[in-house]
């Protein structure tokens, strides 16, 4: 290979890099200029929330807790983070990248959902989606490693952090398809028996980094002065797997409530005996989804 064919190749790499940088500017560009969806949500939970209440978890957060009855009740702001599709990990990136930015929430909600925020569902590669854009805040690093240690290498590229958000991204900032409303997103519709189920979580395998990011959650919370409530939002009693309660009965009183939550936990409950067996360590109010903080104002 001659000198002029070696400069080619450099010429071409070169070119490539560029074109990659572009598109990662346009794409940064056009995700501050969103107008709604979730293009807006993921750009103002990471670059500019400010609030003073700010609502975690995954899809039951999302579509539960109405901002503007807590901005109303409590007189200051409220931004709901609540996401689709996951749970701990996202929240913990989310809140790291919010304090980052020197903000500092006086108030934290967290819904909990065994599914995302305890069992191993191999579900964690649905937090990079949000986090991908992000990759360079402070502490980003540690977080995808933990969720895929192959990853963090390959985030250098513009292309391969937007290729699946890319057109989601133009369309939001031209002509979003929903309007988010201080992140809550309220659904229509009535539930059905077939969302019950009876299966037994006490022995469904836990995820070790969703446990460490539950932790690591709580602690940052701690550190930082903020008040941190875990919620339940209502949901049906039959439908074991859907609640949490097993997460507080076999899993998260040995080794999270004693030492780490001695009166963040409220939760919705039908009088079960294995709940108030722990309410030494957890005061336990029952929540209304249409008004979650009814009972907890005293917490504040």
């Not at 993921?42 to 901005?71: Q, W």
């Not at 958000?165 to 398809?177: E, T, V």
């Not at 028996?193 to 395998?205: G, L, T, V, Y």
């Amino acid at each position: 290979m001659n000198k002029r064919q070696i400069l080619f190749i450099i010429s071409i790499l070169v070119g490539i890099l560029l074109l990659d940088t572009a598109f990662g500017l346009g794409m940064d560009y056009l995700s501050s200029k969103a107008k709604g969806g979730d293009t807006f949500n993921n750009h103002y939970i990471n670059k500019c929330l400010n609030d003073s209440i700010v609502v975690f978890g995954s899809s039951r957060a999302n579509h539960h807790y109405d901002t503007s009855i807590l901005e109303e009740e409590f007189g200051i702001t409220a931004y709901n983070a609540g996401i689709d599709g996951n749970g701990i990990i996202l929240a913990y990136a989310f809140l790291n990248n919010i304090l980052a930015r020197g903000e500092r929430p006086r108030i934290v909600i967290y819904d909990l959902l065994p599914d995302f925020d305890l069992y191993d569902n191999a579900d964690r590669q649905a937090a990079l989606n949000k986090i991908r854009p992000y990759y360079n805040a402070s502490g980003m690093k540690e977080i995808i490693d933990d969720i895929d240690d192959k990853e963090y290498f390959k985030l250098h590229l513009a292309s391969y952090r937007y290729n699946s958000i890319f057109i989601q991204i133009i369309s939001d900032a031209i002509s979003p398809r929903q309007t988010v409303v201080k992140g809550y997103k309220p659904l229509d519709g009535s539930i059905t028996d077939k969302f019950i189920s009876n299966e037994d979580d006490a022995s469904r395998p836990v995820d070790p980094v969703k446990v460490k990011y539950l932790r690591r959650f709580i602690g940052l919370c701690e550190k930082e002065n903020i008040k941190c409530v875990f919620v339940t939002s209502p949901s049906i009693p039959q439908a074991d797997s859907f609640s949490p309660f097993s997460f507080i009965k076999y899993k998260l009183t040995p080794g999270i409530a004693e030492p780490m939550l001695p009166q963040l936990l409220c939760t919705n409950f039908h009088g079960s005996t294995d709940i108030l067996a722990v309410a030494s360590v957890c005061p336990y109010i029952t929540i209304n989804s249409t008004f979650c903080l009814e009972h907890c104002s005293h917490i504040f």
